[in-house]
């Protein structure tokens, strides 16, 4: 084949345009030509507000100021997830980011804590847990060596549709070209995708085409077929009613995620509004009972009429075939209980940066990109279904189901490790490191039933002497920290609408 040069997205919307923003920055502007096609006449999920802390570099390789990004967004400040109702009704935890406590004789903090006796609650010992809880939040002072302060790990909650504006504006900006207009036909042969025919008669060819077209899948599952992994039997939620209502009550710098009877409700704020969610399976309820779910348990009006969002959880069983590689929903969904879904957009951008084709498509190339994506994917989803079977609920079909559901056995080995001695390890270039990991399974399931042998080379009271003080700094971090709300008054506060 020919050297690549013409490159198509297809599809707008968060996938398509930090696609598009991406690339650009990375190629420059020649020898490639980068074209966007999306049609108005198509709606887009949008409902990813809520990220996880590598947005950050992300938007640091774009060249986005982090201030008039929330800005223009309507952004706010995350530092982690609480669960309400997960483990147990009427308990609650919170997946925090960045490390809980600081190691100690080259065991992690909390091998010291279940020595300890397992004092108080895990939550005491995370900077970012104690400071979300506070209403708290100021940035990392990389200038205080040794101090929680220098190394506050922290995501963004924001407006998506605001958010993929940016990006068009970034991208058109660096020489991407954006057509409108509603795909009628795509022609296939030879490697793949051979040129797309729009409504009205115009043609798009292209050497490389990415599929960003989201649940529709135009390019990889209707045009070429790809098979698509089901995981419904591990992830039963298969809807989702949104809706966005009136910020109610203190600007919090969390997500919430409160446990429902057959699924699980989302509460997002922004400055300008909440984001809301209802998300669950319809095999235990109906649509019309979940959407009057959400609607009785908002704190605010609604601002608009709930959305619903069909879906099935898995991935397709190759991302990349020939020249057309899948990014976003096109290539997998995964519902966004640990917001991850902006996440595996960039990472699958930047994964496609290190196997960019040069001339043609090498096999090996595309064999490791689709070895990775699929890598990622099984990852994530080992981790949300954690939530789901390790849960002591049993008052509703829902929760008996996911209780007692068969699991992924890469899942099970991992409960079954920490069960005994509380070991976590991280698998390869996986998203979750082990305090995710420790925090879901401490926040929902019992205590390991020992602890690592030699957190007890010490004696019992240095121990708890280590535990004590480790508690007491960071209580002592987070009371100089700044409310949340003021931060961003001071630094980021978005226009008045």
Request: proline share 6%.
């Amino acid at each position: 084949m020919d050297a690549l040069r013409r490159i198509v997205i297809v599809g707008g919307g968060s996938a398509g345009w930090m696609c598009a923003a991406a690339l650009a920055a990375r190629l420059g502007r020649g020898p490639w030509q980068l074209t966007l096609v999306e049609s108005d006449e198509i709606g887009i999920v949008g409902v990813g507000e809520a990220t996880i802390p590598p947005i950050r570099g992300f938007n640091a390789r774009l060249g986005l100021d982090e201030d008039e990004f929330l800005r223009e967004t309507g952004g706010t400040f995350k530092l982690g997830i609480e669960f309400v109702d997960w483990g147990a009704p009427g308990e609650r935890y919170m997946h925090a980011f960045g490390d809980v406590g600081r190691a100690l004789d080259e065991l992690p903090f909390h091998q010291h804590w279940l020595r300890a006796g397992a004092p108080g609650t895990l939550a005491e010992f995370s900077i970012t847990n104690q400071a979300a809880l506070a209403g708290r939040f100021m940035r990392p002072r990389p200038d205080m060596a040794g101090s929680p302060l220098a190394d506050i790990a922290y995501a963004f909650h924001f407006d998506a549709a605001r958010y993929a504006a940016l990006l068009r504006r970034k991208a058109e900006a660096a020489g991407v070209q954006r057509l409108q207009g509603r795909i009628a036909r795509v022609e296939t042969g030879g490697a793949g995708i051979r040129r797309l025919h729009l409504e009205g008669g115009a043609v798009v060819e292209g050497d490389f085409f990415i599929d960003c077209s989201g649940l529709h899948a135009l390019l990889i599952g209707q045009a070429l077929g790809v098979p698509f992994e089901d995981w419904r039997h591990w992830l039963p939620c298969d809807r989702a009613w949104a809706v966005p209502t009136a910020s109610a009550g203190p600007l919090l710098p969390f997500t919430r995620a409160t446990a429902r009877d057959a699924g699980w409700q989302w509460r997002i704020p922004l400055q300008h509004r909440t984001g809301n969610g209802h998300v669950f399976a319809s095999a235990f309820t109906d649509e019309a009972q979940a959407r009057e779910t959400l609607l009785r348990h908002l704190d605010a009006p609604a601002l608009a009429e709930p959305r619903l969002i069909r879906f099935r959880t898995g991935r397709r069983q190759r991302a990349w075939v020939g020249n057309c590689v899948a990014i976003g929903l096109s290539s997998g969904f995964l519902e966004p209980l640990e917001s991850t879904s902006l996440h595996l957009i960039q990472s699958a951008v930047l994964r496609l940066i290190d196997c960019f084709p040069a001339e043609g498509f090498a096999d090996v190339d595309i064999a490791e990109y689709n070895r990775q994506t699929a890598e990622e994917m099984d990852a994530v989803r080992d981790f949300i279904v954690l939530h789901y079977t390790l849960t002591r609920r049993d008052d509703t079909p829902f929760w008996q189901h996911c209780r007692t559901m068969a699991v992924p056995e890469s899942l099970r080995a991992r409960i079954e490790l920490f069960a005994s001695h509380g070991r976590l390890f991280r698998h390869g270039q996986e998203l979750f490191s082990e305090p995710s990991w420790l925090q879901v399974l401490v926040g929902q399931g019992p205590r390991p039933r020992s602890h690592h042998p030699l957190a007890g080379l010490r004696p019992l009271a240095q121990t708890q002497a280590f535990v004590d003080d480790t508690r007491e700094v960071v209580r002592r971090c987070v009371a100089v920290m700044p409310g949340h709300a003021d931060f961003i008054s001071a630094h980021c506060a978005a226009p008045a609408a």
